[in-house]
């Protein structure tokens, strides 16, 4: 079975612009490359990777592409196209297409001055485009309205596969997982909504100490509403640098995912992402 993380990011500053990097991860500030990620997926046991944009910009999709064209485990690019702009939108999802690498689209909808910006109706077209693509959308769901529109856009888009980030970041560590559960429940019930367990550090801060027990709730509610089939598993790397790093991070989860029984494990350690993500599949 191919062990997928999907969801890491490769960044360089000097040749992209990420206006979120210094203010919140000063110690990240700088290049990210292949030759830094390549040790921890040898010594995890990690066969491939899905890469995720940084930046809404076409320099961070060039930058990422050159990569995954150079290095056969990055199987693929979740990149960023201007949704609200259709036209735009088409040009590049063909462009990128042909690299054979591209695996789904994304875009920092946190960053967009309206909240309800992905339910704009020139967004919808881009959407459209993605599903009739047979691509997925990776949904950022910094704001419980964010993770709220995901019932939304199922109900608009049927046909489109839409994946929550970091499992909408659950308040782990917290003493009640509300109103997050109650959210991402709702969106569960959707049957073309997926999750990633990723970026699941305690709600006091990444930098806080934590534990394989701290991660256990939330864990297991998601288990429960998505089903191994809807679930996989991501190092969020480098930023999970700053919550213990890659070993750590990654070997909590492969903790928690070998409690499961083997099509559980298999699922979630690189099936669902493997065929959510189409990846391998296309020409």
């Not at 509300?178 to 709600?203: D, M, Q, R």
């Not at 070993?247 to 690189?270: N, Q, Y």
Request: proline share 8%.
């Amino acid at each position: 079975m191919t062990v997928v993380d999907a969801h890491q990011h490769f960044w360089d500053p000097e040749r992209v612009e990420y206006p979120w990097l210094a203010p919140y991860y000063p110690e990240l500030d700088r290049r990210y490359g292949f030759e830094d990620l390549a040790p921890h997926l040898v010594a995890n046991g990690v066969d491939a990777t899905v890469l995720v944009q940084s930046a809404d910009d076409l320099a961070d999709d060039e930058a990422m592409f050159e990569i995954a064209t150079e290095h056969r485990e990055i199987a693929g690019v979740v990149a960023w196209v201007p949704l609200d702009d259709p036209d735009r939108t088409g040009e590049l999802l063909a462009r990128f297409g042909a690299t054979g690498k591209l695996a789904g689209v994304r875009t920092l909808i946190h960053n967009q001055p309206d909240p309800d910006w992905v339910l704009q109706p020139s967004v919808a077209e881009g959407l459209d485009l993605l599903a009739e693509a047979g691509l997925p959308f990776d949904l950022v769901a910094v704001l419980p309205r964010h993770l709220a529109h995901a019932s939304t856009l199922c109900e608009r888009h049927p046909e489109l596969r839409i994946v929550i980030d970091h499992l909408a970041k659950p308040p782990i560590g917290a003493a009640t997982l509300e109103p997050w559960l109650a959210l991402i429940a709702a969106a569960a019930g959707s049957p073309n909504v997926f999750a990633k367990l990723s970026g699941l550090y305690p709600a006091s801060g990444d930098r806080e100490p934590w534990t394989v027990d701290d991660l256990r709730a939330a864990f297991d509610r998601a288990l429960d509403l998505f089903g191994p089939d809807r679930l996989m598993f991501g190092s969020d790397w480098p930023i999970c640098e700053v919550a213990g790093g890659y070993e750590t991070v990654v070997g909590a989860l492969f903790e928690l995912i070998s409690e499961l029984r083997p099509h559980e494990r298999d699922a979630l350690r690189g099936g669902t992402a493997t065929r959510c993500y189409r990846l391998g599949s296309r020409p």
